[in-house]
């Protein structure tokens, strides 16, 4: 058995929710938790003790069910203690562990590391563990399979400093566990972009095949297939340069959000 199993949950309309445990311990965390009856119903299913919340960032479709679930604790002292962890914002409900850059917590055996990502949200972060079989990183809304989030709360220069220097560095097999399925409208603007990248036209049919099915079909991708197929991932390439005429990286990372932002 592996040490580590991460389960996808789909959520409202196009969210995801991840169950992450512990094989052995069977503890168990839950990334945004945003249906909290769906939460505690698949955790019993698994057979886990849930005692962790991960909070990518504030925005009420990540965090909106931290209060609910947190009450669901307080109500049932047989569920245990529960942690809700996240960047450290007052907009966070019940936020009990703030975390920041390079902030790690242990879920059960798993360790994990807090990467901080503002700019979508200031106090966004992402989640990476590394075990000896797997890694796998929880991206929130900053980077989607083959995008990226809206740049809310911030500028071009935080988003490249998130999805350059901070993702594109972690190893090009971590599985990458997004917020959204945005895969097919992400990959058609990512083929508008690069009509010549192959990877990102292969992968474009795919999710068409994949359209109904889609939240089961796409997600996870990996920092490796992100490199080769997202062009927020490749503002250094003169192909993605040249679709927004642009010859620097910043400036392209912002020219091409505000291509997106109409696409
Ligand atoms: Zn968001």
Redesign the pocket.
């Known amino acids: 058995m592996t040490r580590m199993t991460v389960k996808k949950i789909p959520a409202l309309k196009d969210n995801f929710m991840y169950l992450v445990v512990c094989n052995e311990t069977k503890n168990a965390a839950i990334v945004d938790p945003v249906e909290p009856s769906r939460v505690l119903e698949v955790a019993k299913e698994s057979g886990v003790t849930l005692n962790k919340v991960l909070t ?2 504030h ?1 009420w ?2 965090a909106g069910g931290n209060a609910e679930l947190f009450k669901r604790y307080q109500e049932d002292a047989s569920l245990g203690q529960l942690a809700i962890y996240g960047g450290n914002d007052d907009r966070i409900p019940n936020l009990t562990n703030p975390v920041g850059q390079d902030d790690t917590l242990q879920i059960g055996n798993l360790k994990v590391r807090c990467i901080s990502t503002p700019c ?2 200031t106090s966004h972060i992402c989640y990476y563990i590394e075990s000896a079989e797997d890694k796998v990183v929880f991206t ?2 900053t980077l989607f399979l083959a995008g990226c ?2 740049f ?1 709360e911030g500028t071009p220069q935080q988003m490249y400093d998130a999805l350059i220097t901070k993702l594109s560095a972690l190893p090009d097999d971590t599985k990458v566990y997004c ?1 959204h399925e945005y895969a097919l409208n992400n990959l058609r603007f990512g083929n508008t972009v690069e009509p010549n990248n192959e990877d990102v036209l292969k992968l474009l049919n795919i999710a068409k095949d994949a359209d109904l099915d889609g939240r089961r079909a796409m997600v996870p991708s990996t920092i490796g297939q992100e490199k080769r197929t997202n062009v927020f991932m490749r503002v250094h390439e003169s192909s993605v340069q040249k679709f927004v005429g642009k010859s620097d990286p910043l400036g392209t990372m912002q020219a091409l959000r505000a291509a997106k932002d109409k696409f």
């Open positions: 990518t960032h925005h479709d990540h979508h949200t929130g809304d989030g809206r809310f917020g």
